[in-house]
């Protein structure tokens, strides 16, 4: 990796980054449509008479799908979702999108890892309900979509990456188009990384992420579209969250 004066070293996102990602996560999901949401693996189960945390949120969500699909303000309809989530299972909150002409809801908790289990058991025994698709977790973005947020805008089939492997995790260097500091960006790069390479095997797969300009590039840095094939290669499964 690159020495500390041509990188800023980050690994974790600053606090109060569920507040200020939420208002913007409605229109990056509108934007990435479903392209790639398919949790898959995880067998899907009727709750209609499971008297558990799980049951009384699907429960809730299947009452109201309708109304909530009817709701044209996509932010409205996240806040209201994330609010009966928040009742029992603090900490998971609602992304909401369009996948053609149904609505998209998508399970996510910030790339909290400790969390990942109640993801999981949600999804688990999630409905079949008619205008919806449910997805665990934020999803890669396929098509690799412009970021913009207060005020910066990253394009991520601009940016490069290197990376080296430790175990069971890749330690990378992302080099990004007029990158300063990473104070200076913020958030921004961790939401532009969760959407290449998605929000389970950021947390799963990702170990150190160092920033760096794109200039600094060496000649080996691939395209950071390419991470996400690398990391299937090397840590292949037959399922995926």
């Known amino acids: 990796m690159l020495g500390s004066s041509d990188t800023g070293r980050i690994r974790h996102r600053s606090s109060g980054y569920c507040e200020r990602v939420r208002v913007l996560v409605v229109l990056l999901v ?13 067998p899907s189960v ?26 044209p303000d996509l932010q409205k309809t996240m806040e209201r979702i994330s609010e009966a989530l928040a009742k029992e299972h603090k ?8 996948d053609g002409s149904d609505r998209l809801l998508v399970l996510s908790v910030d790339g909290d890892k400790k969390l990942f289990p109640m993801v999981e058991q949600l999804y688990a025994v999630r409905p079949k309900v008619p205008g919806w698709k449910l997805v665990a977790f934020r999803q ?21 990456f290197i990376a080296e492997r430790h175990g ?4 990378v260097t992302v080099y990004v188009p007029g990158f300063t500091t990473a104070d200076d960006f913020g958030n921004i790069l961790f939401i532009a990384l969760d ?32 991470l996400p094939k690398l990391i299937d290669e090397t840590f292949p499964r037959t399922t995926a969250p």
Not at 30 to 42: D, E, M
Not at 49 to 59: I, Q, V
């Open 30 to 42: 509108a934007l990435f449509g479903g392209a790639g949401c398919k949790s898959k693996g995880l």
């Open 46 to 71: 009727s709750v209609s008479s499971a008297d558990t945390a799980a049951g009384r949120f699907w429960r809730w969500f299947e009452a109201n799908a309708k109304d909530l699909r009817a709701e």
């Open 91 to 98: 900490g998971v909150f609602a992304e909401i999108g369009s």
């Open 140 to 160: 890669r973005d396929a098509s690799l979509s412009t970021i913009e947020m207060n005020g910066r805008k990253l394009e991520p089939k601009a940016m490069k």
């Open 168 to 171: 069971a995790l890749f330690d």
């Open 195 to 226: 959407h290449v390479v998605g929000e389970y095997d950021m947390e799963t797969r990702i170990g150190g992420i160092e920033w760096a300009k794109l200039e600094a590039a060496p000649a080996t840095a691939r395209p950071l579209a390419d």
